[in-house]
């Protein structure tokens, strides 16, 4: 009687009964051979019913299905199931699986014989089918006996044959093996739709050392024995840690939700497109700008649309460097921060506001978009000062892995990236990693198998991400995707971002390498350099990239990769508890400044040349040295194998520094054998910052702080952006001596041009 409660709310609704149909299954074949393997068990051990037991040998699977055929056939006489046939409704039939004999003491035609009646259904195996036409008896059987089965059943219950047990056992094994049987024909979809989507799919070559292999397998099944990637696409907690993360699983949806309402985005492009803006400037921190500059290196200008731009600096010299690169009046100024109250874009946009109005005076509203979480300060502000549009964030989705959503689609939008076939391409992405492809052949699944399993069982959490040029940019996105999603509580994969590939002896057992290859323009000596590697033993991912566009698929498995990471770490993938504590501490130093006019005085416990040295106390006391040589060579003999240094470095983000600082880490991975992050301030905090507080405490720190050439003002604030960049500092590595990490500061007075090629010097003789 349980399927009438829903046939009669269909009733109820007005719903066709007739086009209803089911079955209810019963193991016929397997319940005897459970049991018969009990009774034998039993008189082999001497019971003392065994005669009994042997008499029930062979009888009780068919005794079953004859009982509750018996039941079948008094329900359907109820007033209940007449008044549901008399409005259409089908009889549920009573289906017997596993009916062929597996006992050969038994007829092979022995559970077909016995169970013929009127509305069932006899899953039968070829053999058995072929048996019964030779020779089979036709004639209604089930309704034969039934006192004779009534005994039987209440005979097995006596004798304590747990027939409840058996069922039980039966149904979680067929379950299992349908499942099994289901995900083997999933696969087998996914892989003949993988053959014929071809070069329309990004594809990934997997190199593992063999014990590293067997675990990925070992992690993949279990995720496909435990429906996990299911799980996942039901936003079901679970997976991680049974907090909050179901509430951030929006970017699951968000491909298909943007293709929805693309006429909103092409309708702004196009508009854009008619206003003939010169330059496109996005002001914001973190997964709100990180995203768009993947966009701006990866694509450049796109004919009739203005060049992107993407400032995520509080450095007065590099403001300033974008200030000119643009002209206030034919510049379409976009301003993004999920909570609105983020303090960098903030300041950004105080600073190009108050330019823009003094080129086009009230109408400078109409220069500026907003991107902002709906109810945020950003869009109170954005309202009250007429900016041109606001575009709404889904508070579901957080900022890391918001690229396709509009806080990065609304930026690809106004540089003028063609959006429809962007959207395809990463949907092609989404449906290759969704809940209906198994662990084995999802790109996401396996790719974030890899990285759980190497840094949890094999301890490479240094996840090396080598790109061809023209993509390159593409592992700054990464960098904050997984550093933000997995480094916390002392856990993480830290990722390091466009070190120069070297020789295999130049890398310890700690790394996975990552070697994102755009085939159309890939490099002969990456590849060598590649070969070389995984001819020594490290284990290497190739992910093959047909169109520069296919870094849409990249964006969403890289999400799907990361959450599945996290779920092996055992983490929350969508929190970054320890990126708030620099912000504490930031906002701690500014208020300072708003009340004094200054900053806190700080004391160098160390002072040479051009330079002055700042730690807490506990590492201070580890570098003691009579020049900056000697400090900097205490500093780095507290590396070992399996840590990594940080160069984190709050100066200009130009051509220049870049090439020092790539220079420098370079020095120091060769020469200590270790992993290198190469950062700038305040950039990195929305970024890598989480895992280097709140990871493995494996780095070790040398953070560079410099003079400003010169300041600039933040209009209506006390404080100016050297203040801000300053107090960022300040904070973030008053955290990290807090959190027990390995940190030194260094300060360069006067020119930074020339107190960078000294600090090199001193670090290449400290090396």
Not at 104 to 133: E, H
Not at 222 to 227: I, S
Not at 493 to 521: Q, S, W
Request: charge should be negative; proline fraction near 4%; include cysteine.
């Amino acid at each position: 009687m349980r399927g009438c409660p829903g046939l009669e709310d269909l009733h109820k609704k007005g719903g066709d009964l007739s086009k209803v149909a089911s079955v209810a299954s019963f193991f016929v074949s397997r319940i005897d051979g459970k049991i018969d393997a009990e009774i034998d068990r039993r008189v082999k051990a001497g019971d003392k019913d065994a005669e009994a037991l042997k008499a029930l040998r062979g009888k009780v699977a068919i005794a079953n299905a004859k009982v509750a055929y018996g039941y079948w056939q008094e329900m359907m006489q109820t007033p209940r199931w007449k008044a549901l046939e008399a409005a259409g409704a089908q009889p549920q039939r009573l289906l017997w699986a596993s009916t062929g004999t597996k006992d050969k003491a038994y007829s092979d035609v022995l559970y077909v014989d016995s169970l013929i009646g009127p509305y069932t259904v006899n899953t039968v195996p070829p053999a058995t089918m072929d048996a019964f036409r030779d020779h089979g008896t036709v004639g209604e059987t089930l309704t034969a006996g039934l006192a004779d089965a009534r005994h039987v059943m209440d005979e097995a219950e006596r004798l304590k044959l747990d027939l409840a047990g058996v069922t039980a056992t039966l149904v979680d094994e067929g379950v299992t093996s349908f499942e099994e049987a289901f995900d083997s024909l999933l696969g087998s979809v996914a892989a003949k739709q993988q053959a014929m989507l071809g070069d329309k799919l990004t594809d990934m070559k997997i190199s593992l050392p063999a014990p590293l292999e067997d675990a990925v397998q070992k992690g993949l099944t279990a995720w496909r024995k435990d429906g996990t990637i299911r799980k996942l696409w039901n936003k079901d907690a679970s997976v991680w840690t049974n907090g909050p993360e179901s509430k951030w699983l929006n970017w699951l949806n968000i491909v298909e939700d943007r293709l929805a309402h693309l006429s909103e985005l092409e309708s702004f492009q196009a508009e854009v497109k008619a206003r003939n803006f010169h330059q496109v400037l996005l002001m914001g921190m973190g997964g709100s700008s990180l995203g768009p500059e993947v966009l701006a290196m990866t694509f450049g200008k796109h004919e009739g649309f203005g060049h992107l731009y993407v400032l995520d600096s509080t450095d007065p010299q590099q403001v300033a460097s974008f200030e000119k690169k643009i002209d206030p009046a034919n510049t379409l100024f976009i301003v993004a921060s999920k909570s609105g109250g983020t303090l960098e874009p903030n300041i950004m946009l105080a600073y190009f506001h108050d330019l823009a109005k003094r080129a086009l005076g009230e109408k400078a509203g109409s220069h500026f978009v907003a991107i902002t979480d709906p109810g945020s300060k950003l869009e109170a502000l954005a309202k009250k000062d007429g900016f041109w549009k606001i575009f709404a964030g889904d508070p579901q989705i957080g900022g890391r892995y918001s690229v396709l959503s509009n806080f990065g689609m609304v930026p690809a939008a106004a540089a003028g990236l063609p959006l429809k076939l962007f959207l395809e391409d990463a949907l092609r992405g989404v449906r290759m990693s969704d809940a209906s492809v198994p662990p084995a052949q999802n790109p996401g699944v396996t790719l974030g198998t890899i990285m759980g399993v190497a840094a949890t069982q094999f301890g490479r959490d240094k996840l090396t991400i080598i790109a061809t040029p023209q993509i390159a940019d593409f592992g700054a996105w990464m960098e904050q995707l997984i550093a933000e999603s997995t480094g916390k509580h002392g856990k993480g994969i830290i990722p390091i971002d466009d070190e120069t590939l070297g020789g295999p002896k130049r890398y310890g057992a700690d790394r996975l390498f990552v070697y994102l290859r755009l085939v159309p323009e890939h490099r002969h000596e990456q590849d060598e350099a590649i070969a070389t590697l995984i001819d020594a033993g490290q284990p290497v991912l190739t992910i093959n990239l047909h169109s520069k566009r296919q870094i849409a698929q990249e964006f969403f498995r890289w999400e799907i990769a990361t959450a599945v990471a996290g779920a092996f770490l055992g983490i929350d993938p969508f929190d970054q508890p320890d990126v708030e504590a620099s912000k504490v501490e930031t906002r701690k130093l500014t208020d300072a400044y708003n009340e004094t006019g200054k900053l806190p005085a700080e004391q160098p416990f160390a002072q040479h040349g051009s330079f002055s040295f700042f730690a807490d106390a506990a590492n201070a006391k580890a570098l003691k040295g009579d020049s900056a040589e000697a400090i900097l060579k205490a500093h780095f003999d507290r590396v070992k194998a399996g840590d990594y240094v940080g160069l984190l470095a709050y100066i200009e983000r130009d051509r220049a520094t870049m090439e020092w600082i790539q220079h420098t880490r370079l020095k120091i991975r060769d020469a200590k054998t270790i992993a290198t992050a190469a950062e700038f301030g305040p950039r990195f905090l929305h970024s890598t910052g989480q895992a280097y507080k709140g990871g493995p405490n494996t780095g070790v720190f040398l953070q560079i702080t410099a003079d400003d050439a010169k300041d600039l003002p933040v209009p209506g604030a006390n404080y100016s952006f050297g203040v801000v960049k300053a107090a960022q500092a300040r904070g973030d590595f008053d955290v990290l001596a807090e959190r027990g990490r390995r940190a030194l500061r260094v300060h360069i007075h006067g020119s930074l041009k020339d107190g960078l090629a000294a600090l090199a010097t001193a670090l290449h003789s400290a090396l």
